[in-house]
């Protein structure tokens, strides 16, 4: 690749996650604070579910073949509620008063349930509007899961189902990837948190530090555990004995800033000192500078490097298409992106540009996507406003009703 050339971005994440080997480090949790952790190996069921012949509704369990025909009146032989653990068998030609999860007692082999019954007597009998099928309301044992199934596979991430799914066949503690240590850092003198200067004392040329917001938001939903090291020292030697440091103990030191060409910060040689950097111009818009590179520990081991562009609509669009798969790659997700869907462009995009184009878009009512009028690298107002954005490939126009690919930033988000 010559300096001038760009990479595509399936290149450099094809590059990127080629260099990657996912930690091998896990630990056992609590199942209750497994939420969105990337499952380290299979969870077997070691029972069936349900575990055994279940009412699916209230109503009458009883036997097909004693409800000859429409209207049979059966003497109430028992009543079985949920939770329940002895059920005498039911007794031949009766019904048995059943309520939703109960067991069904042995002999029974259907539930009808109580709309289509009228409770006679006060109960001691029970007039059945018509048969049932052999099986109706009943939820039959191991119909959902069978003993020795995979419920959930290593590599999952775990997300509120799978955790309920998990806590249904008695789990209580999760084997997952233990978090990716990250170290974040923001490059750029222009910097000021918020919070520390108002806004009309802010002085010309100054900005507020955004990406620091989005990026410790990011990293713990991706199951990371986050050492803000705030702004890189404004000297050479202080650059490389902090990056140093963190290299010793994380396993990602992610960068925000300075990785255009002819920014100089001491990110780039400081890096470059402690091990090896690729700087990449990518395809892409927005967001073409990224750097990639790895810091040497003294265990022998090594710690990645990753560099966002600071425009912050550039450094989240690339934080999400490079940064999150690294991160997922890591602890051993099978899983990388989300899925695109095919919707409805209402809007014209009449001049694309050179680079693949990820806009800032938003469903609408009618079920097409509206283009958010600004698409700057830096709008993050446009970035707000958005729930989604069109992958578009370089040099393909888009008119008012053309399918585009889009990409749920809810679920890119998760
Ligand atoms: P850079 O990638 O360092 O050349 O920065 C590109 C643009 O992004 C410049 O206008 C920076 O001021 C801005 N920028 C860099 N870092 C941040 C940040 N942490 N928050 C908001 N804007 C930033
Ligand atoms: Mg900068």
Not at 11 to 20: E, F, G, K, N, Y
Request: proline share 8%; glycine share 10%; charged share 20%.
């Amino acid at each position: 690749m010559s300096d001038n050339s760009l990479m595509s971005l399936n290149d450099a994440r094809a590059r990127l996650l080629a260099t990657v080997t996912p930690l091998a480090r896990t630990e056992v949790i609590d199942l209750l604070a497994a939420d969105g952790r990337v499952l380290a190996r299979d969870l077997i069921s070691t029972m069936q579910m349900p575990p055994c012949d279940c009412a699916a509704m209230d109503g009458y369990a009883l036997r097909v073949a004693g409800v000859p025909a429409d209207g049979a009146v059966l003497t109430v032989s028992q009543r079985i509620a949920a939770g329940q653990t002895a059920v005498p068998p039911l007794t031949p030609g009766s019904a048995a008063r059943i309520f939703t999860g109960a067991p069904l007692p042995a002999g029974a082999d259907a539930v009808v349930m109580q709309e289509d019954a009228q409770s006679l007597d006060d109960g001691a009998r029970v007039r059945i509007a018509a048969p049932p099928r052999v099986g109706q309301h009943v939820r039959s044992a191991g119909e959902d899961i069978a003993r020795g199934a995979t419920i959930v596979h290593q590599g999952e991430r775990l997300l509120p189902a799978s955790l309920a799914l998990a806590a249904s066949i008695g789990l209580a503690r999760v084997e997952v990837a233990a978090p990716p240590r990250v170290a974040l850092f923001c490059t750029g003198d222009e910097l000021v948190m918020p919070g520390s200067v108002a806004p009309q004392d802010l002085p010309p040329g100054r900005i507020y530090d955004s990406n620091r917001y989005f990026l410790r938001a990011l990293l713990p939903r991706l199951g990371c555990q986050v050492d803000d090291l705030g702004v890189v020292p404004d000297r050479l030697d202080a650059t490389v004995a902090a990056l140093d440091r963190a290299a010793q103990t994380h396993d990602l030191i992610l960068t925000s800033g300075g990785v255009s060409v002819g920014e100089e910060d001491h990110v780039k040689p400081a890096v470059r000192q402690l091990g090896q950097l690729d700087l990449w111009r990518i395809a892409v818009k927005p967001g073409k500078p990224f750097a990639f590179g790895q810091l040497r520990r003294a265990d022998g081991g090594h710690c990645y490097f990753t560099g966002l562009p600071g425009n912050p609509v550039s450094g989240f669009i690339t934080f999400l298409l490079l940064v999150r798969p690294l991160l997922l790659r890591l602890q051993g997700a099978t899983r990388l992106d989300e899925a695109a869907v095919p919707l409805r462009a209402d809007f014209d995009w009449p001049k694309p540009g050179n680079r693949r184009e990820f806009l800032r878009v938003r469903r609408n009512t009618e079920g097409g996507l509206d283009l958010h009028p600004s698409q700057g690298s830096a709008a993050l107002a446009a970035l707000h406003w958005a729930d989604g954005l069109v992958d578009l490939p370089a040099g393909q126009p888009v008119a008012r009703g053309d399918k585009v690919s889009y990409l749920p930033l809810a679920e890119w988000l998760a």
